[in-house]
């Protein structure tokens, strides 16, 4: 990877951290401890093999305190093989000033096979060894350059333990599984006690007391393993029916589920990073696939595990667990769930004879443009334009003796002088003159796209975005009444993304340098006013959806959004009768 710039940013302060605004500064701790800087170790590091394991091919800037490009880090290994079955014992020493609960991180070599690796456990101030959970393991890298083999490395979450103030030693031990692996081996790169909510990313070290961030300053993400907090207000699986069945076209027959009428289902889809933009496209595929086109449906590529990556997770094109995406699925989920949107009226009706869906062509007369091994642009559907999708339902039919197709009057919803498309529900309009569609439903709205310095006047919201180039900005009523009278109301904003380091070319097509981890999030720059009864409360809500102390300051129902919050949930709250 290659070392870049991105615009200012406050490194330290990160969507986990949120609470510590609040808190005196003497009240936070951290402490960094680098892997080679041991007290004591019998790792196999130097000899035979365990010479091979720490260097050979080593991106060794990507360990701790390195950084890619620019400077090499180090990290602490051991290997052993055949028939050298010898566990390693590292003992690091520190010293704690504050005392209390402290949260460990380490960072190390998660990887196994059926030859082993990754047997790992701990010891605080020599007491009992005890397992280290592989079952979270975040920012996994691969640290070979060329090839791929045993090492990699990546952030666990270690424990939550009570320390004194003083003089304590951490042991990490790795073994063989007592002789039952071929090989034993791992690495320690790093390793944090923080007093403080922090979740690691890449190389960056906490800051206990870090300088409050401007308007503008993108900030980092950190997200640990998910509390599961019952505090979440982006907690949907409540809406998930158990059992399923009771209702659509999913039905309950005794054991069996079978089908009821023909669903429509759309899988694999996304948009990849670098793309600058993505933060479009789950809403897009919410508001006008499951909503306006009434899909049944809807499956995207992939998810792989159950908490947030970093970075753009992998270094991988198909990653959900992403804010782009995981981030904003809560609040879509709610909308779809409940019927925020109407199905269109059938503005194109497409009907085939089954002669014609075997006749070896294609009987739409389906014109493409670019076509590759992920992309596939279908610019018409014969007589029936892509822009008629954002006007109502679409729908295609096979069956003999059916009548003609349908193409209803578009130019009642496509003001192509105007360079508007409205939808025939009336909730939705792209104005793709401008690269925005506004989202106008009487419970959620929203504006996506380049809307930087216009106001929009939505039906229970008054949104004037700031200088942020390009926006995803939601309002979600949680308590499910039209948004002007909602009593509890969930905003998600999203901009842009990058990796520290990532450099695009000035005009934002080409991607210049990649960078690596952590991930930086451009904040949403908006001033808000809300229509109807006065707010009692607006708040910042951290990255697990549970609201914090720290208010927004608010002038009655108007207030502003922006990077000194360094987060994209907030919430707000009013009484309403």
């Known amino acids: 990877m290659k070392k870049g710039t991105i615009p200012p940013v406050k490194l330290a302060l990160g969507f986990c951290s949120l609470a510590f605004l609040l808190m005196p500064a003497l009240a936070n701790e951290a402490i960094w401890i680098e892997g080679e800087d041991y007290a004591a170790s019998t790792f196999a590091e130097k000899s035979g093999a365990g010479s091979w394991y720490h260097n050979t091919h080593v991106m060794k800037g990507l360990l701790s305190p390195g950084e890619p490009g620019v400077s090499d880090g180090d990290w602490h290994s051991h290997y052993t093989s055949n028939n050298h079955h010898d566990s390693g014992i590292a003992t690091y020493g520190f010293r704690i000033a504050e005392g209390g609960s402290y949260t460990w991180w380490i960072r190390l070599n998660p990887f196994h096979n059926n030859n082993g690796g990754a047997d790992y456990s701990y010891s605080i101030d020599n007491g009992p060894w005890q397992s280290i959970d592989l079952s979270y393991v975040a920012n996994r890298m691969d640290l070979v350059d060329p090839g791929i083999d045993i090492r990699f490395i990546a952030w666990t979450f270690g424990a939550v333990v009570d320390l004194a103030r003083g003089a304590h030693t951490v042991k990490v031990r790795i073994s063989d599984r007592d002789g039952a692996d071929r090989e034993g081996h791992g690495g320690i790169d790093a390793m944090a006690f923080t007093d403080f909510p922090w979740a690691p990313t890449g190389v960056v070290r906490p800051d206990p007391n870090p300088p409050p961030p401007g308007p503008g300053d993108w900030f980092m993400l950190m997200a640990g393993p998910d509390p599961h907090s019952p505090e979440s207000i982006t907690d949907m699986s409540g809406l998930i029916e158990k059992p399923a069945g009771r209702r659509g076209f999913l039905q309950q027959n005794g054991q069996d589920f079978v089908f009821e009428d023909k669903p429509f289902i759309m899988a694999e889809w996304r948009q990849k990073p670098p793309n600058q933009w993505k933060a479009e496209i789950a809403r897009l595929f919410a508001f006008y696939g499951m909503g306006l086109q009434g899909w049944d449906a809807s499956y995207h590529f992939a998810a792989s595990r159950s908490y947030m990556g970093n970075g753009w997770p992998g270094m991988r094109s198909y990653v959900t667990c992403t804010p782009h995406y995981i981030g904003q699925f809560p609040a879509l989920a709610y909308a779809i769930y409940n019927n925020h949107f109407d199905e269109g009226d059938v503005i194109s009706a497409r009907r085939l004879s089954t002669a014609e869906i075997f006749a070896g062509i294609d009987k739409l007369d389906q014109e493409y443009g670019q076509v590759g091994y992920d992309e ?39 003001g192509q002088w105007a360079q508007v498309v409205r939808s025939n529900t009336g909730q939705l309009s792209w104005h793709y003159g401008s690269k925005v569609v506004t989202v106008h439903s009487d419970k959620t709205q929203g504006v996506i796209g380049f809307a930087a310095g216009r106001t929009y006047d939505l039906p229970g919201v008054t949104v004037r975005v700031g200088p942020t180039p390009f926006v995803s900005l939601l309002f979600t009523p949680l308590d499910n009444r039209p948004l002007i009278e909602s009593a509890h109301i969930l905003i998600t904003g999203m901009a842009q993304d990058k990796q520290h380091g990532a450099v695009y070319s000035d005009d934002g097509t080409e991607l210049i340098e990649t960078g690596g981890p952590p991930l930086f999030l451009e904040p949403v720059q908006a001033t808000l006013t809300f229509k109807g009864a006065p707010l009692t409360s607006a708040n910042v809500v951290d990255v697990y959806g549970v609201p914090v102390a720290q208010q927004v300051e608010r002038t009655g129902n108007t207030f502003s959004i922006d990077g000194r919050y360094a987060t994209y949930y907030y919430q707000v709250k009013r009484v309403v009768e």
């Open 376 to 414: 596939n642009e279908l610019t018409a559907h014969g007589p029936t334009p892509v822009e008629a999708l954002a006007i109502g339902r679409v729908t295609l039919k096979v069956q003999d003796g059916q009548g003609p197709s349908y193409l209803g009057d578009l130019s009642a919803y496509w």
